[in-house]
T-cell receptor, first 114, second 113 residues
Framework: EAQVTQNPRYLITVTGKKLTVTCSQN?????MSWYRQDPGLGLRQIYY???????DKGDVPEGYKVSRKEKRNFPLILESPSPNQTSLYFC?????????????FGPGTRLTVT | GQQLNQSPQSMFIQEGEDVSMNCTSS?????WLWYKQDPGEGPVLLIA?????ELTSNGRLTAQFGITRKDSFLNISASIPSDVGIYFC?????????????FGGGTRVLVKP
């Protein structure tokens, strides 16, 4: 089954404790992206990757890092989480160059930073 | 970053009613998309629009790409309980931005008690 998976689905952590949220897709998509969703703000892009070893900042990159060492994986790293990073996070992927801009979203990771 | 203004923020529906929501921007978009998000899940694409003036249907859903390219609307006809959820509009400014999408704040659709 074609899908985007994220782990963990739920995470409660404390300020300053490094964490990684994994994202994996099995559709051989070139383009992957991370969003955060906050009430009333919709989804805002954190980072995106056009292909392996190619990453770039989205609209709200501060406090986050990403890497793209393999095509299928695109982990989101919070080196020193803070309470304002409490949010619902989504990973998405799409084939690059395809005229359809359909992005396939993962199920989401709800992060709470205390 | 670029903002899309989506309205209403929330609405109540009664089974059988037609409902509509819209999205506006101060910038021109090349593509408009409408997504639905069910509780505990990621957004799922409903309709994609690629040309100004385009009107596209998907079952009971109809969406239009505004002539000015700065707005779009989504209509749901004969609503049913499973239409409940959050609807997001999304736009792409230019293909040079890759597949980067800008999302509206969402319209939460609820059932009238």
């Amino acid at each position: 089954e074609a899908q985007v998976t994220q782990n963990p689905r739920y995470l409660i952590t404390v300020t300053g404790k490094k964490l990684t949220v994994t994202c994996s897709q099995n559709m051989n998509h070139e383009y992957m992206s991370w969003y955060r969703q906050d009430p009333g703000l919709g989804l805002r892009q954190i980072y995106y990757s056009m292909n392996v070893e190619v990453t770039d900042k989205g609209d709200v990159p501060e406090g986050y890092k990403v890497s793209r060492k393999e095509k299928r994986n695109f982990p989101l790293i919070l080196e020193s989480p803070s309470p304002n990073q409490t949010s619902l996070y989504f990973c998405a992927s799409t084939p690059r160059g395809q005229i359809s801009y359909e992005q396939y979203f993962g199920p989401g990771t709800r992060l709470t930073v205390t | 970053g670029q903002q899309l203004n989506q309205s209403p923020q929330s609405m109540f529906i009664q089974e059988g009613e037609d409902v509509s929501m819209n999205c506006t921007s101060s910038s021109i978009f090349n593509t408009w998309l409408w997504y639905k998000q069910d509780p505990g899940e990621g957004p799922v694409l409903l309709i994609a629009l690629y040309k100004a003036g385009e009107l596209t249907s998907n079952g009971r859903l109809t969406a239009q790409f505004g002539i000015t390219r700065k707005d779009s609307f989504l209509n749901i006809s004969a609503s049913i309980p499973s239409d409940v959820g959050i609807y997001f509009c999304a736009g792409q400014l230019s293909r040079a931005a890759g597949n980067k999408l800008t999302f509206g704040g969402g319209t939460r659709v609820l059932v009238k008690p």
